[in-house]
């Protein structure tokens, strides 16, 4: 399969929790200072989020401006920024977020370009606006997206070589399921705040278990800024030396 390696990069808690109450702690501080760090040492061309996850950091619920196109617009993969050094992949199936720029930037990293992965049930009035906006936008499935047809479209019409997977535990569960994670890098603050209602790095909400997903440890290290750094790799892959 033609894809870029994929890394699920994650910070979570003692009890594995990716956000909730015990972000609010100062003992996370070292754990967001060693995502930034080790997010660099893989080195990712782009990162993808589902929509809560934009929502709730880039785009802040805001509804975007539709108008009618003047021309009927073709379901077909729109490219408005190549080759780019970074790229954000919102996943968005129906076409709700409220983008104001065709980038973000965040945490010091370099500009990240909008690319929108949306299902065929995406309106052509979201579409003309993702064109004026020069945001891309490409089609990876009918009526629910197909992460494998999304990351092959990532490799192909944009040259991602390295894919950083870092969203809520629903979608994180959809790469997993499907087989497509090479590696799990989780940065485990020293804290713990016992709810049971937030989310968990995978996530699967009552759908019924296809099969359990392997990995091998690689290697677990404290770092100089008092966390811990676990990384998996998938059981078909091959050990390196990296």
């Known amino acids: 399969m033609n894809k870029p390696y994929i890394v699920c990069h ?7 929790k990716i956000t909730g109450e015990y972000a609010d702690s100062s003992l996370t501080e070292g754990a967001y200072k060693d995502y930034e760090i080790i997010n660099r040492f ?3 061309q782009a990162w993808v989020n589902g929509r809560i996850t934009v929502d709730e950091n880039f785009t802040f619920y805001k509804k975007p401006n539709l108008k009618a196109p003047a021309e ?13 050094a970074n790229y954000i992949v919102a996943v968005d199936p129906h076409g709700k977020l409220g983008w104001e720029k065709n980038y973000v930037e965040y945490s010091g990293r370099p500009k990240a370009f909008v690319i929108e992965a949306l299902t065929q049930k995406v ?3 979201y579409l003309a606006f993702l064109r004026e906006m020069q945001i891309s936008y490409i089609f990876v ?15 192909e019409l944009f040259h991602i070589e ?21 590696e ?22 009552g759908a019924p278990l296809k099969q359990c997903v392997g990995f091998k440890v690689k290697s677990a290290e404290v770092t100089e800024n008092g966390c811990v750094w676990l990384r998996f790799v998938a059981d078909t ?6």
């Open 123 to 125: 309106s052509e009035e």
């Open 237 to 242: 892959n091959e050990d390196d030396d990296e």
């Open 141 to 155: 499935g009918k009526d629910e997206v197909d992460c494998k047809i999304l990351v092959q479209k990532l490799k």
């Open 184 to 205: 799990v890098s989780i940065v485990m603050a020293p804290v713990a705040d016992g709810n049971s209602n937030t989310p968990t790095i995978f996530e699967r909400l």
């Open 162 to 182: 390295t894919l950083k997977v870092s969203g809520g535990g629903i979608l994180n569960w959809s790469f997993a399921e499907a087989g497509l994670i090479d």
């Open 72 to 84: 009927p617009i073709l379901y077909t993969d729109f490219i408005a920024v190549q080759d780019a």
């Open 10 to 16: 994650m910070s979570v808690s003692i009890d594995g």
């Open 42 to 44: 893989y080195a990712p």
